[in-house]
């Protein structure tokens, strides 16, 4: 498992962020933001929390419309873990810029490949 130390602090960005499952139904609202160089789309959940998807969350298909219905073609959480400049953190998952990561207290999330340095 990769290991990496945070570089700059990082607070998350919503309380209560979007999460869905593989099938689950979203509604694109036409919003994009190309951030550091990966495309993501503003969506509604069925529960109508809202929040960004990474555009590869939906059929390629869809990601090229400006609004509408989609499928969500994984499950994905938009939960961002907030972190120290010194905290290490272990390093799960890598995708569109963001490392899904684990503090030392066992908490879990997002944090921008940006702030994070990776420990030899």
Same mark, same amino acid.
């Given at each position: 498992?990769?290991? !990496?130390?945070? =570089?700059? &602090?990082?607070?998350? =960005?919503?309380?209560?962020?979007? /999460? ?18 990966? /495309? ?28 509408? &219905? ?12 907030? /972190? ?14 963001? !490392?899904? *990561? ?16 990776? *420990?030899?």
């Amino acid at each position: 498992m990769k290991q !990496a130390r945070v =570089s700059q &602090p990082h607070e998350r =960005s919503y309380p209560d962020p979007i /999460c869905v499952r593989a099938g689950d139904a979203v509604t694109l609202t036409g919003r994009r933001d190309i951030w550091d160089g990966h /495309c993501w789309l503003w969506a509604v959940a069925e529960d109508g929390r809202a929040g960004w998807i990474p555009d590869d969350l939906v059929h390629p298909g869809l990601r090229a419309a400006s609004a509408g &219905p989609a499928t969500a073609q994984r499950d994905y959480w938009a939960m961002e873990l907030s /972190c120290a400049v010194g905290d290490v953190l272990s390093v799960l998952d890598e995708h569109h810029g963001w !490392a899904w *990561c684990r503090n030392a207290k066992g908490e879990a999330g997002w944090v921008p490949l940006r702030v994070l340095e990776m *420990c030899a």
